[in-house]
């Protein structure tokens, strides 16, 4: 039987996060000492009171559906947490609460863009950006950021970047794969630009907690009610509390662009699962001290895993400021070889890296660029050390 299907389904790329994650998986299952800095979720167990939460919500029977977009408890605790951290004020019907932030970001991308818009992606993105874009029809025009710039989109390049079709600015601070955060003047810099070109902004805050060395998260929506009215945020309890498997992220939005994501979402998913939400609740309303706690062991990874990095010849990384990852370059290694297979791409590096020494790494292609490896510090310090000291020998015995 021959199926046929759509240009959409063909043109779907894998991600390379997932993949490369399954695949070192299925190694450890079959008994091969793996060390896995593919992951983007954090190695912690949710605090007990979140879970506490949830046992008690199905104890009292809360396993019915629930509204589309959220229950009334979340929308609240969502809106508490928004003005309480960000400075933001939103209604209910400004809060959409979807299954994970990446669903929040789908239904964004499905009712702002249309064949013919263009949307702004600085590159390095995050992987799942622009296989959204393309499902939404739209044309994804990409900007190249610098590393000397810590990865981070300037008001000159944003107004290069611009057409008469520029319809939606992605940013995502903190950012994966970079880890870079924008500070309050270099967002006060965009607005302008973003105002005056008429752009939405979807602005991805999902690792608004995970900063380091006295970085501040600020949302670009905070900056005037101007901006706020031509901004989607985009948040969840995934990174924050450790709650990837919970499935729980949320938007919010101008109420025209809320009731449009709300009603595609009645048609797609429904509402989030019932009992998840009762856990974000207690996660957003109850003690940040697990966070907390969770964000200073990462940055004593962060800072082990760095020195090492830049300790090898040649091998170039930004200092994070944010979220979980490190995005060092490369190149140095480009032209070199093992066993006779030549390293041209990150790639083909990382492929050779997880056959020949059991080390999984994210190759940048996935992120819009070829010459980097994500690796993701979101395990205990034991097994970075290993995975370093695997990846120094194996890149000292390069030819």
């Known amino acids: 039987m021959s199926v046929q299907l759509t240009e959409r389904a063909r043109n779907i790329s894998p991600s390379p996060t997932l993949t490369i994650d399954t695949r070192a998986k299925e190694m450890l299952a079959s008994g091969i000492e793996v060390i896995n800095f593919g992951a983007g979720e954090p190695d ?39 003005e309480r ?11 959409v609460v979807s299954v994970g932030a990446k669903h929040s970001l789908y239904n964004a991308f499905q009712v702002l863009c249309q064949p013919g818009d263009e949307v702004i992606l600085p590159s390095p993105f995050w992987v799942s950006y622009l296989e ?18 810590e990865f981070k989109l300037t008001p000159a390049e944003l107004s290069a970047a611009l057409t008469p079709r520029s319809r939606i600015l992605v940013l995502n601070s903190p950012s994966n794969p970079t880890g870079a955060v924008y500070s309050r003047a270099e967002l006060e810099a965009l607005v302008p630009v973003v105002l005056n070109a008429g752009l939405t902004v979807i ?5 608004e907690y995970l900063v380091y060395d006295n970085h501040v998260h600020v949302s670009i ?10 901004t989607v945020v985009i948040n969840g309890v995934s990174k924050a509390y450790a709650m990837t498997g919970w499935r729980i992220g949320y938007a919010a939005a101008p109420e ?28 957003l309303n109850g003690s940040q001290e697990p966070t ?16 090492r990095l830049e300790s090898i010849p040649g091998v170039s990384c930004p200092r994070p400021g944010g979220a979980f990852y490190l995005f060092p370059d490369m190149r140095v290694f480009w032209g070199r070889s093992f066993s006779g297979r030549k390293i041209n791409n990150a790639t083909e590096l990382a ?15 996935g992120f819009g660029n070829d010459n980097h490896i994500r690796l993701s510090y979101a395990t205990d310090l034991e097994t970075i050390r290993e995975g370093l000291n695997r990846l120094t020998t194996f890149l000292n015995s390069l030819e």
């Open 44 to 82: 912690f167990d949710t605090p007990e009171h979140i879970r506490e939460s949830a046992r008690q919500a199905i104890e009292r029977g809360m396993t019915r559906y629930t509204a589309v977009d959220g229950t009334p408890a979340l929308k609240e605790a969502i809106i508490n947490k928004l």
């Open 85 to 95: 951290d960000n400075g933001l004020r939103y209604t209910p019907g400004q809060i």
């Open 132 to 149: 959204q874009i393309k499902l939404a029809g739209a044309t994804v025009r990409l900007v190249e950021m610098r590393p000397e710039n």
């Open 203 to 207: 602005s991805d805050e999902i690792y």
């Open 221 to 230: 929506a905070a900056l005037g009610p101007e901006i706020k009215e031509r």
């Open 256 to 283: 025209p662009i809320a009731r449009a994501m709300t009603g595609l979402q009645g048609h797609s998913t429904s509402n989030p699962c019932s009992v998840s939400q009762a856990a974000a609740v207690a996660a």
């Open 292 to 307: 907390r706690r969770m964000v200073a062991e990462f940055a004593v990874r962060r800072r082990y895993m760095l020195e």
């Open 351 to 365: 492929a050779l890296l997880l056959d020949e020494v059991q080390v999984a790494v994210v190759p940048g292609i």
